[in-house]
């Protein structure tokens, strides 16, 4: 119950994923009463929901974790340098218990309406259950992708195998040993999942309409004098995250073009003045093979022109076209993988661990939607414009409505009743993706417009909730009734988030990526997330704190 309204409390969250983890800590620290809801019957939020095989985090652990507390960096031990999903839900668990979140979450509860209350200044929330609970101030932290995408295709209510997609598969064990098992997307979730179900299927049938760039994965065992040295610096790394662009202490592009050169570039390097960054354009095809030959694919993204200089992409394009060429064993299912409509960059990096070798597994065959469209889903399999494939179980692999998708499906109603989804009918409009104008005292963690899952996501978490507690605890210091940004505001920073992502592969025009909302039909097109780097981001967000909020307007009565 909030200490100064009849509400069931100060602040409810939605979700009770990392963010909404980290609101009730940062919150209670705050002084407020806080009631997270969560979907799920246990927190963990992508990491609860996402268990399919082979679901790993593409951020290294040491940077994939919680500042909050030096004791917590200290005790928690990661296995492996890059996590694997069981691990990150065990790391969330033991958050949790340690500081006694679980008391103040409601699992099993899904909230399927978010109204503001004009008169009483509160926001009432409806569950699925028909529970309707209030609180002066409600915070969104449902998620960047958490509503799974489905497409439809016609006839998959007559398959009599079993269905599963990535982002919502079984906590119990799911048994495919001996059994067809078709996989209908490539994008990460589909590249990590693949190599295990392959492993396991009797037969794996891959549906594939865009061919990915993926390169080899980290899969180092974390040893314990590079644990040891991470946490002597943790302090450091931690100052690095806010100074770097995706909230990565070694994410500094300078760094990764440094080590990804041999020893003797090095050398003349040293030996030559000015110090000049290796490019791709400097160094030329033949030089770059001979790295990819030392340590893999994934040099190519260790050189700063691949994403600025549309020439070095064509080059990278080539070198990976001709490395996928030689892994694959088979020289149709190989011409298939090759990757042709848009360059890297345009699309999230994925990383997989043993991606193409899969390919020669005898029990394997690759499907090109392409050019073998799919048809219809029947009793017992899929149809294609070329044959039918039988099937035991399909796997969707197809992503998420992205960003948008938690928000816009729940429900949210504003000043007036207006609803959210009217709002943002031509994309989502948002200040700082904290606040929109007409929803007072509604935040959103990690919103569009917000560098979001372009960064560090825990880095932009921690951002995200300090500011939010910061500014509900000046709000309460002040006496003040409402906030929410101007419509100057909004608009000026939709033109700047829309600016910054202009000339980048991300918006290039051949390029379609969930980020533009492309993946799901009849969104608008536009790019989501802030591409201006996380410092200046933060900077921005400090500003207005610092000034006193002079973006937003206030109301007392
Ligand atoms: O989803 P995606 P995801 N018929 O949208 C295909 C994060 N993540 O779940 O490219 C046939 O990337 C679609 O084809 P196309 C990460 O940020 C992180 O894999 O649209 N195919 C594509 O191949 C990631 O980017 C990690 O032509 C259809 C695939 O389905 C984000 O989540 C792990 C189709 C969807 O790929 C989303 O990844 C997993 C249709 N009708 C996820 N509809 C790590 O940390 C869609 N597809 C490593």
Redesign the pocket.
């Known amino acids: 119950m909030s200490k100064d309204t009849n509400a069931d409390a100060d602040v409810i969250v939605v979700g009770a994923g990392f963010a909404g983890m980290y609101a009730i800590y940062r919150f209670r620290k705050a002084g407020l009463n806080v009631k997270v809801l969560e979907a799920g019957s246990d927190v963990g939020g992508t990491w609860y929901w996402?268990r399919y095989p082979g679901?790993?985090?593409?951020v290294p652990s040491i940077e994939y974790s919680f500042g909050f507390s030096p004791e917590l960096e200290q005790d928690w031990h990661w296995p492996e340098v890059f996590s694997a999903q069981p691990d990150i839900l065990a790391y969330a668990n033991h958050i949790t218990e340690r500081f006694d979140l679980r008391r103040d979450i409601q699992f099993n509860t899904r909230v399927s309406a978010v109204e503001y209350q004009d008169e009483q200044n509160l926001w009432r929330l409806t569950t699925e259950t028909g529970e309707i609970l209030s609180a002066k101030y409600c915070v969104m932290a449902t998620g960047c992708?958490s509503v799974p995408?489905r497409?439809h295709?016609d006839g998959e209510e007559t398959f009599k195998g079993r269905t599963l997609h990535?982002?919502l598969w079984p906590k119990e064990q799911v048994d495919l040993t001996g059994l067809r098992v078709g996989v209908?997307?490539?994008?990460?979730?589909?590249v990590?999942a693949i190599p295990e179900l392959a492993k396991q299927a009797g037969h794996l049938t891959v549906?594939q309409?865009?061919p990915?760039y993926t390169v080899p994965a980290n899969r180092k065992a974390m040893r314990s004098e590079i644990e040891a040295t991470f946490k002597e610096n943790y302090a450091d790394i931690r100052e690095m995250q806010q100074k770097n662009i995706g909230g990565v202490s070694n994410f500094s592009p300078s760094r990764i073009n440094s080590s990804e050169t041999t020893s003797s570039d090095k050398r003349n390097e040293k030996a030559s003045e000015p110090r000049s960054v290796p490019t791709i354009m400097t160094l030329g095809k033949k030089a770059i093979q001979s790295l990819i030959d030392e340590r893999g694919l994934g040099v190519l993204l260790g050189f700063r022109d691949l994403l600025t200089d549309p020439g070095a992409n064509e080059i990278a394009n080539e070198l990976y076209r001709e490395n996928v060429l030689r892994q694959v064993k088979d020289k149709d299912t190989a011409e298939h993988l090759l990757t042709e409509e848009f360059g890297f960059g345009c699309?999230?990096q994925v990383?997989d661990r043993d991606y193409y070798e899969t390919y020669n597994r005898d029990n394997v065959s690759l499907v090109d939607?392409r050019n073998s469209a799919?048809q219809c889903i029947t009793e017992t399999g899929i149809e294609t414009s070329t044959g039918h494939t039988e099937l035991d179980v399909l796997v969707y692999?197809?992503?998420?409505d992205a960003m948008t998708g938690a928000l816009t499906r729940a429900n949210i109603t504003g000043r007036q009743g207006k609803p959210l989804t009217d709002k943002w009918v031509s994309g989502p409009v948002t200040y700082l993706g904290l606040q929109m104008q007409g929803f007072p005292n509604l935040f959103t963690v990690t919103g569009p417009g917000s560098p979001s899952?372009l960064c560090n996501m825990l880095v932009a978490i921690e951002q995200h909730v300090n500011w939010i507690a910061d500014c509900i605890t000046h709000l309460r210091d002040k006496h003040i009734d409402t906030i929410e940004p101007l419509a100057s505001s909004e608009s000026d920073w939709i033109q700047h988030v829309n600016e910054v992502s202009e000339g980048t592969m991300y918006t290039a025009p051949n390029c379609?990526s969930?980020y533009l909302g492309a993946?799901i039909e009849g969104k608008t097109r536009i790019f989501m997330p802030y591409v201006g780097g996380y410092p200046r981001y933060k900077t921005k967000c400090d500003e207005e704190a610092e000034a006193g909020y002079p973006g937003f307007q206030c109301t007392s009565s």
């Open positions: 996402n679901a790993r985090c593409d992708l995408n497409p295709i990535t982002g209908i997307g490539t994008g990460s979730s589909g990590q549906f309409r865009t990915v699309k999230r990383l939607v799919i692999a197809t992503g998420f899952v379609n969930w993946n």
